[in-house]
């Protein structure tokens, strides 16, 4: 049971990228298992500091296969250019295998998510604007165009040809927009499958083959649980199971071969785009937390919502996707913070939860139910033995640990590969 999930808790940028980089050092492959380039995971080691896509986080450890899994929607311009960037910077790319499965989101994806958003006017969800939705819609409607399509002139033809005809109708007639000429992203697309002919592959005989003998692989998340397609805060959601049971799925791995299944939550909560946040801060102290930690997306700079700690999803995280153990990032943001709340509960037209409302109109109204916990004067920042973290921090990361039902083998202090407590190690088997 060599394969260890780690998955976004909150509504994504949790610091995975971070954490995919720390446990890649023990660790045989890396497979980056949901969402496209609308995720952003930041990595900052020896060699530099990266804003990854779609590459997985693993890329900078030698020991390491890299692959994006079949359930990832691969924006191919973006691939290259990280690539390009990569090279640039002296890391060695050989290693990352692009699964033929997967789907690969056009022009025509980047535009239909752009105009669905501005038709949605005061509803939008604020996506990210990177053809996401448009490309997993088409996955499930089966017309979707998949990497390894783009290997095959005439199979490519036949696929494109209808899509883009139906395509061009809608942008032309509903949305009176201009069309996109076939002949041009046709050679466009073969283009791009020239350029990624050397790392595209059916991943899933070497996942398998990795797994049979006992090697250890990280699956890496994207976006968090509560932007599950499924069990987030649905429709301001992202359109792919960021869970661990889409990460199955989605590789094509059976249950009983994930030994660990890892929630990375930060010491806060931060969302981008639309949609439901009980604890969000609107006050000059939610200012302070996005100015100090700079919470600003990586993929499209936008100013990150910022909030205290949400109990209520961040259980339904844990017992969703049945973590086995937990890692706490952005502890060092809280430092000088005092007091620090705690979000424990909901109340929704005077009546207290302890529970996740499952409708927009219950969850929009919710009012958060805090605990107040005092905070810590000396410092956490770059603090690598738990001995050294003062009486309060302690005491919150326990709390923390009561309210999710599993405890932190990782508690991370700063953004650097080596800022982090180790608890206990994580790929072990
Ligand atoms: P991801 O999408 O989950 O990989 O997270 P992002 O990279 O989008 O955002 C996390 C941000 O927090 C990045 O800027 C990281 O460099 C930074 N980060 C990660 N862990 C820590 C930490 O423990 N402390 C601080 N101060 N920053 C961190
Ligand atoms: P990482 O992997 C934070 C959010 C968008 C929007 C919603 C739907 O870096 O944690 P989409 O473009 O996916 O259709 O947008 O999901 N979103 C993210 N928020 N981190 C991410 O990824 C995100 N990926 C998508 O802001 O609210
Ligand atoms: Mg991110």
């Given at each position: 049971m060599p394969a260890y999930g780690i998955v976004g808790a909150q509504w994504g940028d949790e610091g995975k990228g971070k954490i995919v980089d720390f446990l890649a050092e023990s660790a045989d492959m890396v497979v980056r298992y949901s969402g496209g380039s609308n995720a952003g995971h930041t990595v900052i080691n020896e060699k530099g500091e990266f804003a990854l896509h779609l590459i997985p986080s693993g890329i900078f450890r030698t020991n390491v296969d890299v692959v994006i899994g079949p359930g990832v929607v691969v924006d191919v311009p973006v691939l290259l250019s990280e690539l390009e960037n990569l090279h640039s910077m002296g890391v060695d790319t050989n290693r990352l295998l692009v699964s033929d499965r997967a789907h690969v989101v056009m022009p025509y994806h980047i535009m239909l998510d752009q105009l669905e958003e501005k038709e949605r006017?005061?509803?939008?969800?604020?996506?990210?604007?990177?053809g996401i939705g448009p490309t997993y819609v088409d996955k499930v409607a089966r017309v979707g165009i998949r990497v390894g399509d783009l290997l095959d002139p005439t199979y490519l033809s036949e696929r494109l040809n209808p899509v883009l005809s139906t395509k061009n109708r809608i942008l032309e007639k509903i949305y009176e927009s201009d069309p996109i000429n076939f002949d041009e992203l046709y050679k466009e697309a073969l283009g791009w499958g020239e350029a990624l002919r050397p790392y595209i592959s059916s991943v899933e005989k070497k996942i398998l083959g990795s797994l049979s003998k006992g090697e250890k692989i990280v699956l890496e998340g994207a976006q968090g649980a509560m932007l599950?397609?499924?069990?987030?805060t649905y429709p301001f959601v992202t359109s792919s199971s960021v869970s661990i049971g889409g990460a199955c799925n989605a590789i094509g791995i059976p249950p009983n071969q994930i030994a660990g299944i890892i929630g990375v939550y930060k010491a806060y909560s931060s969302r981008v785009g639309a949609g439901p946040m009980?604890?969000?801060?609107?006050d000059s102290m939610g200012h302070e937390i996005r100015e100090k930690a700079w919470?600003?997306?990586?993929?499209?700079?936008r100013p990150r919502r910022v909030g205290w700690f949400d109990g209520i999803t961040a259980k339904y995280s844990a017992i969703v996707n049945g973590f086995t153990s937990a890692v706490l990032t952005r502890l060092d943001v809280l430092d000088g913070i005092n007091p620090i709340k705690i979000c424990v509960g909901y109340e929704i037209d005077g009546k207290k939860i302890d529970y996740l409302p499952t409708q927009p109109k219950q969850f929009n109204s919710a009012l958060p139910i805090w605990e107040e916990m005092p905070g810590w004067s000396s410092p956490t920042a770059g603090?690598?033995?738990?001995?050294?973290?003062p009486e309060e921090a302690l005491n919150y990361i326990n709390r923390l640990e009561e309210i999710i039902g599993c405890s932190f083998d990782v508690i991370s202090t700063g953004p650097k590969r080596d800022e982090s407590i180790i608890i206990r190690p994580i790929v072990t088997s």
């Amino acid at each position: 049971m060599p394969a260890y999930g780690i998955v976004g808790a909150q509504w994504g940028d949790e610091g995975k990228g971070k954490i995919v980089d720390f446990l890649a050092e023990s660790a045989d492959m890396v497979v980056r298992y949901s969402g496209g380039s609308n995720a952003g995971h930041t990595v900052i080691n020896e060699k530099g500091e990266f804003a990854l896509h779609l590459i997985p986080s693993g890329i900078f450890r030698t020991n390491v296969d890299v692959v994006i899994g079949p359930g990832v929607v691969v924006d191919v311009p973006v691939l290259l250019s990280e690539l390009e960037n990569l090279h640039s910077m002296g890391v060695d790319t050989n290693r990352l295998l692009v699964s033929d499965r997967a789907h690969v989101v056009m022009p025509y994806h980047i535009m239909l998510d752009q105009l669905e958003e501005k038709e949605r006017g005061g509803n939008a969800i604020g996506t990210t604007g990177r053809g996401i939705g448009p490309t997993y819609v088409d996955k499930v409607a089966r017309v979707g165009i998949r990497v390894g399509d783009l290997l095959d002139p005439t199979y490519l033809s036949e696929r494109l040809n209808p899509v883009l005809s139906t395509k061009n109708r809608i942008l032309e007639k509903i949305y009176e927009s201009d069309p996109i000429n076939f002949d041009e992203l046709y050679k466009e697309a073969l283009g791009w499958g020239e350029a990624l002919r050397p790392y595209i592959s059916s991943v899933e005989k070497k996942i398998l083959g990795s797994l049979s003998k006992g090697e250890k692989i990280v699956l890496e998340g994207a976006q968090g649980a509560m932007l599950d397609l499924d069990h987030g805060t649905y429709p301001f959601v992202t359109s792919s199971s960021v869970s661990i049971g889409g990460a199955c799925n989605a590789i094509g791995i059976p249950p009983n071969q994930i030994a660990g299944i890892i929630g990375v939550y930060k010491a806060y909560s931060s969302r981008v785009g639309a949609g439901p946040m009980p604890s969000e801060l609107h006050d000059s102290m939610g200012h302070e937390i996005r100015e100090k930690a700079w919470e600003y997306g990586t993929t499209t700079g936008r100013p990150r919502r910022v909030g205290w700690f949400d109990g209520i999803t961040a259980k339904y995280s844990a017992i969703v996707n049945g973590f086995t153990s937990a890692v706490l990032t952005r502890l060092d943001v809280l430092d000088g913070i005092n007091p620090i709340k705690i979000c424990v509960g909901y109340e929704i037209d005077g009546k207290k939860i302890d529970y996740l409302p499952t409708q927009p109109k219950q969850f929009n109204s919710a009012l958060p139910i805090w605990e107040e916990m005092p905070g810590w004067s000396s410092p956490t920042a770059g603090a690598t033995d738990i001995h050294d973290l003062p009486e309060e921090a302690l005491n919150y990361i326990n709390r923390l640990e009561e309210i999710i039902g599993c405890s932190f083998d990782v508690i991370s202090t700063g953004p650097k590969r080596d800022e982090s407590i180790i608890i206990r190690p994580i790929v072990t088997s």
